[in-house]
T-cell receptor
Framework: GENVEQHPSTLSVQEGDSAVIKCTYSDSASNYFPWYKQELGKGPQLIIDIRSNVGEKKDQRIAVTLNKTAKHFSLHITETQPEDSAVYFCAAGDYKLSFGAGTTVTVRA | DTAVSQTPKYLVTQMGNDKSIKCEQNLGHDTMYWYKQDSKKFLKIMFSYNNKELIINETVPNRFSPKSPDKAHLNLHINSLELGDSAVYFC???????????FGPGTRLTVT
């Protein structure tokens, strides 16, 4: 089955700085790579996703890059704000998603 | 309007009891899922239904039984609850079996 590793497990950044979270996956058949944000006491919320036929996707301050050859993908958040503080999960798969262990992001004001 | 809703939000019960968690989605999606999130926040798929048909059945004790009465509902029944069942259970749905998943608010189950 698919195995997704996510780093770092915690990330503290100064407001306005960038945050980068990296994930690797094991199954070359995976072709869908979403990122979820989970705030305290809430369910995960999809923030951006990318499919295997695309190398990069951007949505305002959030971008995701995918390297299928190396089997890794990354989330980039620019100009971080306090409301970006949350747990972020990467996932990989097709009809079934395997999730990374999560990254707790803290944005310091 | 809530897209994916779950009831109850909190469930505290004793070992050995049987309990159910209900999930409903009003998005018109064909596929629904149950996930378990443990105390370390690790999310793991348990089951998935597409048009009321079971398509994912992970290695889950058979004390857990999902039921999908229609496309909009997926319930989870748990028999003979154990301490290790304590977790947050999330329901999710997607338009197809391969697509964006929308999660519910979760049900925090505590077994004492």
């Amino acid at each position: 089955g698919e195995n997704v590793e996510q780093h770092p497990s915690t990330l503290s950044v100064q407001e306005g700085d960038s945050a980068v979270i990296k994930c690797t996956y094991s199954d070359s058949a995976s072709n869908y790579f979403p990122w979820y944000k989970q705030e305290l006491g809430k369910g995960p919320q999809l923030i951006i996703d990318i499919r295997s036929n695309v190398g990069e996707k951007k949505d305002q301050r959030i971008a995701v890059t995918l390297n299928k050859t190396a089997k890794h993908f990354s989330l980039h958040i620019t100009e971080t704000q306090p409301e970006d503080s949350a747990v972020y999960f990467c996932a990989a798969g097709d009809y079934k998603l395997s999730f990374g262990a999560g990254t707790t992001v803290t944005v310091r004001a | 309007d809530t897209a994916v809703s779950q009831t109850p939000k909190y469930l505290v019960t004793q070992m050995g009891n049987d309990k159910s968690i209900k999930c409903e989605q009003n998005l018109g999606h064909d596929t629904m899922y149950w996930y378990k999130q443990d105390s370390k926040k690790f999310l793991k798929i348990m089951f998935s239904y597409n048009n009321k048909e079971l398509i994912i059945n992970e290695t889950v004790p058979n004390r857990f039984s999902p039921k999908s009465p229609d496309k909009a509902h997926l319930n989870l029944h748990i028999n003979s609850l154990e301490l290790g069942d304590s977790a947050v259970y999330f329901c999710a749905s997607s338009q197809e079996s391969f697509g964006e998943q929308y999660f519910g608010p979760g049900t925090r189950l505590t077994v004492t």
